[in-house]
């Protein structure tokens, strides 16, 4: 079945059974690797991709219900590496074997849009996502360092 | 290249088992006796490079027009930062302009067709690995920078027709100081690339590394990841590549015994089936891990254009398997009484006897005795296990997130059957480890896959279900320790009585307690085999091993009465290592030991060591000190306000990255500990997902707050990843014992009652 996507901006039509979930079309279809593999379950946040602007799952979405939707991954976060929490990310060496990085940026991206100075405890609530390398706390500082970086140039 | 360089560097050459040494010997024997470093840099292609082609400066670096650097490494990235640091270390003797060195990991195929160009591939751990600072790699690494340094140096004088004393190299850029006048390295490289040194440069491989300034460069990788283009196992792509989905028998040892393809032959996508015979005859090499954790599984795999639909194919495809001997254990209870009713007989081994603990304890009217246990748990790195491969007539081409590269080609070739020369492995990133690839058991699987389907490149993405349940398990132990205590309440004797179903016992066989800090010392182990598979867990064993040894001198101090502080320094006034005292010490002064806290909450202490057994006199390894600050409610629900770390790993090079692995190593054994255990229901493992098996958020993170006042500044660099897993289960049950008054004897920490009224 042929299903229209947006993707960061850009339009496919993709052949494809309408039950594969999102996260298998970015990766096996489109060749957009960036967004990972991690459960299955939407339970580790691997997979984040805002879908409409919201953070969301995406091993659990089937394509269908992504179609003309407005989808952005991490390939789409910024041009070139310049959003400010990728920067803040680079500053504070946040990564470790970075496999969950880039569902942690998706998903931390969503949040300063809703909430541009977040708390702790927002930021505990809203990126829930697994890291077994544990950069957890690194990911909240950046977060912050983000914020305070996007609110003094605003 | 005959030329002489010293037999023996500023560390230990001994050892016969490390990268640089190994090089020697081999140019020991190319160069029929006589020693050189030359082959550090052979074959100097100086007249090869044309223009606008990257010169390579031997084998290990190149450089191109613009100079920019490209940094051979024996290791990869795999979230340590080891292939950082080793580039680091490069370009610091190379004295080149950091903002334009890249690194990749070493090819093993060009090793093996040009004579073990870097270091024999074979069955050696440390070779191709993910560590950059044990002594001799150390070495090797800065050795091939300055080598290249002083090739750049020597090339710029003759263009110049200067003394070679007389130019200087800093940031990729060589000046004739007498003069002013420069050349960049990328204008010289080609030249350099042919000179010839009477002897190589002297190098002074612990010296601190001046690149650093007191900056924290972060990883190479780094901005790769951040923008989503790091390409790990699972990402990659290779034309005409294929899917496959797999399934092993789901008891370990089974056997597949009848499937049926027809009901799936027109699923859509799907290619075909593939079966792994594990009683089929197979090659066998020496390999870094051979204990049978790399070993083949019965298996079926399904192939299909995408993986969705081989995943969808191996759901539908009807599968019996003949579930061997290891279904007769129908429950984990099973499982723990035949461990610790293991621990009522004399252990099969006695690793350790020192005086006369036995009877000490027996004479004794103060015996403290417990017993504890430990279960299987999984690393669950979050890249799923995975591997590409293609076999066809002449080559077989493997692309995997090994943790160790020399394992990977080497399984790679053991199921292949084919020659070194024709073995081309790809090292891609890793999505963690955590000792879960270090055996390669994903590849050998991929490769026995694609040979039945000649000339298809063919990536095998295992589901996390898969993964848990055919894991490389920490594995589980039982354990009773005893002591009597003397007059003053210190252990005279200490006998322990270990039954594994792995191996190991670093965490109570390294540490102070048994090794002079107690008189008396007996260490018992027996093993008990069990189908379940098991393997490196963040330092085998050693969590499990710490956990009952810091928990029990935790019970020691207890019934002596004795501060659980003030006890451990007691039994350390005399030890050996001062460095244990002082990361005790630096640990209680910063977390506050001693400062009154409120009713329900704790603090607990523990202290231990990784890596020590490599030195004789056990001044050696990691010791690390953990406090833990928990607060327990009178429900009983336990949360861990702060851990503090202090750590004597003698010295550090890049602060920052070893802050990282500090962090990371106490969430780590703090998940283990609270949180993490499999079950066995009928020979299989029960979890499958994260949603059985709890991996720790953001939300549950406590202050992480690491110390470096512990370093010893000893002339080591020993490794920082496993060492701070070990004290954090015991620091946080001596932390509940000291807040609510009870005693915490097994892992997982969630399933005990902590309730208090």
């Known amino acids: 079945m042929l299903i229209n996507l947006r993707v960061n901006g850009k339009e496919h039509a993709v052949d494809v059974d309408p039950s594969t979930p999102l996260l298998w079309v970015l990766r096996d ?17 691997a997979c984040t991709v805002h879908l409409n602007g919201a953070a969301t799952r995406s091993c659990r979405i089937p394509i269908e219900a992504a179609a003309n939707a407005e989808i952005l991954t991490i390939e789409g976060l910024s041009a070139d590496g310049s959003h400010p929490l990728q920067r803040a990310w680079l500053e504070l060496n946040v990564p470790q074997c970075g496999y969950c990085q880039a569902g942690m940026l998706m998903a931390a991206a969503a949040l300063l849009k809703e909430k541009p100075q977040p708390t702790d405890e927002d930021i505990d609530a809203y990126v829930t996502n697994l890291c077994r390398c544990g950069t957890y706390v690194r990911v909240r500082a950046a977060i912050h360092e983000a914020a305070k970086k996007s609110g003094t140039s605003a | 290249m005959s030329a002489e360089a010293p037999e023996t560097g500023p560390q ?19 160069t029929g006796g006589a020693l050189t470093i030359a082959l550090l840099l052979p074959r100097m292609r100086g007249k090869s490079a044309r223009p606008g082609k990257p010169a390579e400066v031997g084998p290990w670096l190149t450089i ?16 340590n930062g080891a292939m950082t640091l080793a580039a680091l270390l490069m370009a610091e003797e190379l004295r080149a302009d950091w903002s334009k060195v890249r690194a990749e990991p070493i090819e093993l195929n060009r090793d093996a067709r040009e004579n073990n160009l870097y270091a024999a591939i074979d069955g050696k751990l440390s070779t191709f690995s993910g560590r950059s600072t044990t002594p001799d790699t150390l070495r090797t690494l800065r050795q091939v920078g300055a080598s290249a340094r002083e090739r750049l140096k020597a090339a710029a004088a003759r263009e110049w027709d200067v003394p070679v004393t007389e130019v200087e190299a800093r940031d990729s850029v060589l000046t004739h100081v007498p003069t002013g006048r420069t050349l960049r390295y990328g204008e010289i490289a080609a030249a350099a690339a042919s000179v010839k040194l009477d002897r190589e440069p002297e190098v002074d491989a612990h010296r601190d590394l001046e690149l650093l300034q007191g900056r924290a460069p972060g990883k ?120 610790l009713g293991r621990l009522d007989r004399p252990g099969d081994k006695v690793e350790k006897e020192d005086g006369d603990a036995l009877g000490v304890v027996q004479r004794s009217d103060r015996v403290v005795e417990a017993t504890y246990l430990t279960p299987f748990s999984e690393q669950a790195p979050l890249e799923p296990l995975n591997a590409t491969a293609r076999v066809t007539d002449d080559k077989v081409e493997v692309w995997h997130g090994g943790s160790i590269q020399a394992q990977s080609f080497l399984i790679a070739a053991e199921e292949s059957g084919r020659s070194f020369e024709q073995i081309h492995l790809h090292q891609t990133m890793l999505g963690g480890n955590f000792g879960r690839r270090n055996f390669a058991d994903d590849l050998r699987l991929v490769v026995a896959v694609a040979k039945k389907f000649p000339g298809r490149a063919i990536k095998i993405i295992w589901s996390r279900e898969e993964m848990f349940r055919q894991g490389r398990y920490r594995w589980l132990t039982a354990g009773r320790l005893r002591a009597a205590l003397g007059k003053d309440g210190l252990p005279q004797a200490f006998h322990s009585r270990l039954c594994r179903t792995g191996y190991g016992t670093a965490g109570i066989s390294n540490i102070a307690w048994t090794n002079g800090a107690i008189p008396n010392v007996r260490l018992e182990n027996s093993d008990l085999p069990l189908h379940v598979l098991w393997g490196s867990c963040r330092a085998p064993g050693y969590n499990s091993y710490a956990f009952m040894a810091e928990s029990f001198i935790d019970e020691c101090a207890v019934a002596a009465r004795i501060d659980p502080l003030e006890y451990r320094r007691k039994l350390l006034a005399g030890y050996r290592d001062p460095g244990w005292l002082k990361c005790l010490n630096e640990v209680a002064l910063r977390a506050g030991w001693g400062e009154p806290l409120p009713k329900g909450q704790g603090r607990g202490i523990a202290i231990s060591n990784w890596g020590n057994w490599v030195s004789k006199d056990l001044i050696a390894g990691t010791t690390a000190a953990v406090v833990a600050h928990v607060d327990v409610s009178r429900a ?122």
């Open chain 2, 636 to 757: 009983g629900e336990l949360r861990v306000l702060q851990l503090d770390i202090a750590f004597d790993c003698g010295r550090v090079f890049n602060r920052d990255a070893v802050e990282a692995q500090m962090q990371g190593g106490m969430l780590f054994g703090l998940n283990m500990a609270l949180n993490e255990e499999l079950n066995i229901a009928n020979g299989r493992v029960v979890e499958g997902n994260f949603d059985t098996y709890p991996i720790r958020r953001a939300a549950d993170t406590p202050r992480l707050r690491v110390h470096f006042g512990g370093l010893s500044g000893r002339d080591r660099f020993s490794e920082v990843g496993e060492p701070p897993v070990g004290p954090v289960g015991p620091a946080v049950a001596n932390a509940i014992y000291a807040a609510v008054g009870k005693r915490i004897r097994s892992m997982p920490f969630r399933k005990h009652d902590l309730s208090w009224s």
């Open chain 2, 220 to 339: 190479l990788v780094d901005a790769q990841i951040v923008n989503g283009t790091s390409v790990y196992g699972i990402d990659v792509q290779v034309p005409g590549m294929v899917y496959g989905a797999l399934m092993q028998s789901p008891v370990h040892g089974g056997r597949l015994k009848r499937y049926d393809f027809e009901a799936i032959r027109n699923m859509p996508g799907v290619i075909g089936v593939a079966v792994v015979d594990p009683d089929e005859p197979r090659k066998r090499l020496k390999t870094p891990i051979n204990d049978g954790e790399s070993h083949e599984q019965s298996t079926i795999a399904v192939v299909a254009e995408h993986y969705w639909q081989a995943r969808q194919a191996l759901e539908a495809l009807p599968v019996e398997w003949d579930d061997g001997a290891g279904a007769r254990w129908k429950t984990t209870e099973e499982m723990n009484a035949a461990v």
């Open chain 2, 64 to 79: 191109d027009a613009d100079s920019n650097v490209l940094l051979r490494v024996p290791m990869h990235e795999s979230g």
């Open chain 1, 29 to 45: 279809y489109l060749g957009m690797t960036g967004t990972k593999f991690g459960c299955g379950i939407a339970m580790c946040g």
């Open chain 2, 12 to 30: 230990d050459a001994g050892s016969g088992r490390k990268l640089s040494r190994r090089t020697f010997l081999i140019t020991t024997a190319a």
